[in-house]
C-alpha cells in the first residue's frame, strides 16, 4: 500500500453551461517520504489535482485514498481531521488572515490539536527563526513584503506536524536567494523528517531538485 493513492481521479467544473475538465483520470501512487515536482502550463490542472489530494475539494470521480482509507468517503468532521494532522497546504495565493499577527497566525492550526498552548508558541517562534523571521513575530501581514508573507504560511503549514506538505508554487514572489533558502528548508524536512512533499512550480530549476517529476497537460499527467 502506497501513502496516498489515486484511482481515474476527475474534475469537472461548470461554467454557465461549458464544462472544463481541470483533472482528468488521473492515476498515480505516491510512497511516504516522496519529493514529487508537478509543472504544467497555467491551467493545466495542478492547483485542482493539489487540492484534490489534500482533501479540500471532491472529485467528479474516482477515488483517493489515504493509506488505504478513501477520504472522500469520510464524514465532514473526520475529512477535517484528515486535513490538519496529516496535511500541511502552502496555498499559492497569501493565505494569511490580516487580523492576526505573525506568530498569531502560525497559532491558528493548533488550536484544535492536543499539544499543549506552551508547546505551540515555542514551535511557533522556532519556526519562525527557521525561516528567518524571527524579528517580525509580532508584526501583522500588512506590515510585511509578499515574500515575507509566504515564508510565514510556510512556516505555519508545519506547525502541525503533517505527513505530507503540499506546495502550490510556495516560492512564487521570492528573490532569489530568499527562494533557494526556503527551498533548502522545505528539502531538509522531507528528508529528515521523511515528510512527503509534493510541489507546484514554474520553475523547471525547482523540479529538477525532485525525486520524481510529473508534468500535467490539460488536465492529464505524464511522469518525466
Ligand atoms: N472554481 C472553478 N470554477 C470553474 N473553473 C475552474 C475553477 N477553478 C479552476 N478552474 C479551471 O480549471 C482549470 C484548471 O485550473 P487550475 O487552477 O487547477 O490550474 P493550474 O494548473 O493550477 O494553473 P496556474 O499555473 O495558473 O495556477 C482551468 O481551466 C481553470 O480555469
Ligand atoms: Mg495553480
Known amino acids: ?19 472544463i475538465r481541470a ?28 487540492s484534490i489530494i489534500g482533501g479540500i475539494l471532491h472529485p467528479t470521480s474516482g477515488t ?48 484544535f490539536s492536543k499539544d499543549k498552548r506552551a508547546n505551540s508558541e515555542k514551535k511557533a517562534e522556532e519556526y519562525l527563526d527557521m525561516v528567518g523571521l524571527k524579528e517580525k513575530i509580532n508584526a501583522y501581514p500588512s ?5 515575507q508573507q509566504r515564508r510565514i504560511a510556510i512556516a505555519r503549514a508545519l506547525m502541525n506536524d503533517p505527513e505530507v506538505i503540499l506546495a502550490d508554487e510556495p516560492t512564487g514572489d521570492l528573490d532569489e536567494e ?16 521523511g515528510i512527503t512533499f509534493i510541489l507546484v512550480t514554474h520553475s523547471s530549476e525547482l523540479a529538477k531538485d525532485a525525486t520524481r517529476r510529473i508534468r500535467m497537460t490539460q488536465g492529464k499527467i505524464i511522469e518525466m
Open 23 to 50: 483533472v482528468e483520470e488521473v492515476s498515480l501512487k505516491i510512497e511516504k517520504g516522496e519529493f514529487i515536482s508537478i509543472v504544467g502550463h497555467s491551467g493545466s490542472g495542478k492547483t485542482t489535482l493539489l
Open 143 to 147: 506590515q510585511l513584503s509578499g515574500g
Open 178 to 193: 530568499t527562494e533557494a533558502e526556503v527551498m533548502d528548508f522545505l528539502k531538509r524536512i522531507n528528508r529528515e523528517r
Open 1 to 19: 500500500m502506497s501513502q496516498i493513492e489515486l484511482y481515474s481521479v476527475s474534475k469537472i467544473y461548470t461554467l454557465e453551461d461549458i464544462e
Open 64 to 111: 483517493v485514498l489515504f493509506e488505504g482509507t478513501d477520504i472522500y468517503s469520510l464524514n465532514e468532521d473526520s475529512l477535517s481531521e484528515y486535513r490538519a494532522e496529516k496535511i500541511g497546504y502552502i496555498f499559492q495565493f497569501a493565505s494569511l488572515l490580516p487580523v492576526l499577527t505573525a506568530k498569531e497566525n502560525l497559532l491558528l492550526p493548533t488550536i
